[in-house]
């Protein structure tokens, strides 16, 4: 089974990173590639470059979706989630609702812990819209700040740990999500310092990427998520146009060798 | 006063009709400009082609919004408008948010007519993003099918007479948004044959505009819509790339004739 | 335009006051005219009282609506607005509607502080019944007494500043109203030193009232906002009576001069 | 125990039938004691109304609380009944409140038959008002028309019948409420033809008022329920302006022979 | 009018002084009789042991349940009153249930009290399954120990006291709810030294249990209480599984002397 | 990995089936063990079976629990899950909570079809206690009746083609669960002929429970799913017993061979 591990950042040594960090997770039969945007930002934080990031998106899966049976946006947030499930059929999660469906199994209530007050916002909004704001017990952020998105992991391990620490006592959570791709790890590293499940967010979207392709669920010809039919555009990305016109892409697709 | 009608759409011919459309709902000194999308689709209509033009809006902005008291986003659906809120300081509303907050004046729940099927999973996402679902009594749409969303106001006029009964009788609707930037005038037209009041979102948004010019709320610097500091990007379009990366524009416009 | 001001409180001052502070929120063809309860509370603090002033609203509103294009009821907590908009043909809307539908537009979630804890229940109540639970982040009061209404927005102004900004970081406020009509006009004079916007609830219903009034939205003859059909009454004021009953008021009216 | 029935509706045969049909509820030790509005309306039907009867009741309670262990508000839609709870201190309940909080004993999810469109939208609000929206599985009303409110109870029997058995297939109902004054008692001749329990508000009233006055809970000094303190009115009744001005009414009263 | 006060914990003792509490709360025509779990838990605390003692309370009320007007389950949390409203005709109530909705009439919003955290999420349960969370502030427990069940009423009175004014202050509660059968009794001892209603689940119970019991529901023959037909089962406790399996059991009571 | 299918219904049958059924759900690496319920009912429908079979369900993980990586739940409905957390260490997960959440990545909104009316209430619970209630669009059985449980996926198969079409088109379904551990396999046998993805409920809890068990998340020391220290017990199963007690009885274990 093949798995795309789309990075809508720019930043190659993230997706690289998650990438080595996702072994334990994958099942024996499962192989996961990993593609990094070329347009955007080094690192999303809030929602218009969520916005920006999730039409980015969109032109990433036109261009790398052939062969994948399961597709994870590798950004908390989930830029463009929704709009890929309604464009194309490969069956696709995003790190932000893979962590909360995973973390209703673990608690009756979830906290989710990210690094920069920036992303609240839009992590909110990804709460709201898995509509689990009744099983979520906040989302929060340590108050020491940091030097960079490359080591912010170990620079605020400590603080990781004590905010679990408040999160449980103060605001009722039973589960804690680790969120933002620069986090990924996190949650193994400190798992015996903090007294309730912790929930990695990429982990928890390989297991639901596999949940989703050994499932094999058929694509939708009715609903939210059936396809739409050809549509005119103007000025968009060639490989995304081409999808959303229904030009016989796919047709000369077959013909490569 | 001056309010941009940033329409989304690349219709140029759409957004003449509205500035046409517009003129009962302006106060003496407001002054209306259309501006029109130059790339995307000539006529949006679901989420994912929403989240592309949402980006597209965020570069109209930065393009024109230069003097504008208000903004209003011209498409049902309020493309970008949060992200909007979120990078620019100029007050924003959309067609859909203004005429449901009006609406909320009009009945103790209001409908939602529209004209396309495809549209209602982006509508429904409107009526919770505004967090009005509890005072929403549906979204829904006339069996009939038409030919063209530029005759469509004309061809489906009686069956949403029809449909507007229908939804007063089984929803409980006592006020009613004709939604869809190619509906804009119906409201007027047919106003003396429905029993409720009718939402025409295009004067809703002027008149929520004009509230906001009016206000003139201050920018803020705290809390979901504080201006985000400057940003590194890549491959976005250059209006839209100064601003996010706090280049000198401002500064050099100031020094325009 | 005649948009009439009703204060349901017996404070003529405060009438007075309100629209001499009206002025800038007026659209250059709209005339704003004061009425004053003749009986009830000088100033209406809680929900019994407001139930009492509710009723008041009703007799005000029979014996001087006449000519009106909209009216507001000027008073926060909007005693009477429902049973108005059942009773009567007039567009209507109130100070705490208006400013929180106006607050949606100005932030995720909008904070309502004023100046006396007896209030709370009541404007509480006020949010449920508008339908905005969801993006209230609280109702909220100063700790520090004060002497008189006349002079509580100079009396508390510093203690708003600072009350603003723990609401901000505290609750997540984006937007704040300052609520209660002895508090219209603080909104201009702090702007400078809260870091969201603020809400005058005054400005705000100025601004619905405009919006209703051009938009001149049908009476309903359905729905919860249909005019009841005659009923007898007994002992109770003669224009509302009268209205109530369906005398030939307004016939009678034609005729005059 | 002595239970006031207050019927804020003017027409005393209904509160007679009332206190007729609540034998079979009342406790070996239970007095129940009538009055009747003496100005208002002859029968409340929608929010307007209901307004003004709210503070018609007021009034009663002002004149005629001394002595009562509690009190019920004999109008499904409770007029009054929080304003009630804020200004005075004995227990106090109302027929839809204690229809629809027995009703949660009876069924999983509730239903209120009336037997009026025009009161819908005050039921509708009265469930809100309670909070239990979650369980109400919606207020219906036969569709045939009645000839006098003191018959329709006999009218309308059949059509009850049939409308309860669609309530529970069509709408899951798994209890119902007959709600109005004039169909006081129905519940009880129609029982053995509807396949679920059915709540009698009066009876439902009086055994919760029961429940309060035996319980004796204190007066609240602190919360949404403690009495304010004295306040200069102007205009209203004598009994309850001298108790919202904290006159010495009681002090007085204490002295009567 | 006989009443079952059926205790799902193993504790005679408990059951007698709740009994012997009870007298004030009950009518001259009332009888109250206590019975006691013969396996399961000295005290239920938490939702494992809840699950197991429900599964006793069928057992129990399968065993007792003939004569009894209506049924206690007096342990707060109700283990088993869904299930057995399902299986059997009698009316039932719990301590909780009773408690909340006879604080609905107490207070706008009510907070409940306990003595150990084990409690916590099964009572947030039972307030989440009554479907009243909107008009719970809270559940709350004095951080200090105590040395047994059995006289944990007397070793925290002081900090009750002071806890339910920290939660009248601080979470807005207008009434509360001493929760937990060894708390039976302390609302009627500490009255007077706090300043909202105290409700005592107990003596809302025995309230409730009479209300139904003079109400005289029938018994459900549709929706989701209507009685299972017969059912095969194994190694049930043989009164169980006799009266789901529909044996003869109540026709053979009959020839009982 | 090993996981447990643990069938708390009393038909061996079921399990052989379920088992046999699962294979294209399970990673190479991954073995799936049945256990069947030795008491109880052949198959669980309705809330006061779910209760009883709960408890039961404890016994079977208190016995059967060694050496599993996680749990099944294998009826829909997930009869103890929550009691099993508390208590037990191992992760575990039902065929209902799985099914929904994986529903959630495959539509906006999921119902659950299933083939008894007297399942409703039960299922309604367990969409309520997941928290998912906002993104059910119903619960429905068809109209048709079937001979027997075993087979039921049969004799239905037309039935629920159909049942599914209406549920898309006048619910708004975009998935499909097909609920009920007699209908596993349904899903992929009626999955071209329905038009929205299906979710066999058996195969979405075999990748939730691989999900869990690669995860290996930290068993809870705090919240609502940390083991509750010893606690006496009286009449309950003996390896239960043993394990609520705190008895010896894992290290007893490890010495054996």
Redesign the interface.
């Known amino acids: 089974m093949k798995i795309l591990l789309l990075n809508p950042n720019?930043s190659t040594g993230m997706t690289d990173r998650m990438v080595a960090t996702a072994a334990?997770?994958l099942?024996?039969?499962t192989e996961l590639v990993g593609i990094t945007a070329?347009?955007?930002?080094?690192y999303i934080?809030?929602?218009?470059?969520?916005?920006?990031a999730?039409?980015i998106a969109?032109e990433m899966v036109a261009e790398h979706k052939r062969g994948a049976d399961a597709i994870i946006i590798a950004a908390f947030g989930d830029p463009?989630l929704?709009?890929?499930r309604?464009?194309f059929d490969v069956?696709?999660?995003g790190m932000a609702?893979?962590a909360m469906?995973?973390a209703?199994?673990?608690?009756?209530?979830f906290a989710i812990l990210t690094f920069s007050p920036?992303l609240l916002?839009w992590y909110e909004d990804a709460v709201?819209s898995?509509?689990?704001s009744?099983?979520c017990a906040g989302v929060r952020v340590p108050t020491s700040g940091f030097k960079s998105v490359d080591s912010v992991r170990e620079e605020l391990e400590e603080d990781f740990v004590a905010l679990a620490d408040r999160t449980?006592?103060e605001d009722?959570?039973?589960?804690i999500i680790l969120a933002g791709a620069p986090l990924s790890g996190l949650a193994f590293r400190i798992?015996?310092r903090?007294?309730?499940?912790?929930?990695?967010p990429l982990?928890?979207a390989i297991?639901?990427a596999?949940?989703?392709a050994?499932?094999r669920?058929?694509?939708?010809?009715?609903?939210?998520?059936?396809r739409?039919g050809p549509?005119?555009?103007?000025?968009?990305m060639p490989a995304l146009a081409d999808w959303?016109e229904h030009r016989a892409v796919d047709a000369a697709a077959k013909v490569e060798p």
Do not use: N
């Not at 009722?172 to 589960?175: L, N, P, S, T």
């Not at 903090?194 to 990695?200: C, K, Y």
């Open positions: 720019t334990p997770s099942a024996p039969d070329t347009r955007g930002f080094p934080a809030g929602r218009a470059e969520a916005l920006i999730g039409a969109l463009g929704i709009a890929i309604e464009l069956p696709v999660t609702e893979a469906l995973t209703c199994m673990a608690g009756g209530r920036t916002p709201i898995t509509g689990l009744g099983r449980i006592r009722g959570a039973d589960a798992a015996d903090v007294s309730v499940p912790l929930i990695d982990s928890a297991g639901q596999q949940t989703l050994r499932m669920p058929r694509a939708a010809t009715a609903g939210r998520f059936a739409p549509k005119r555009t103007a000025g968009l959303i």
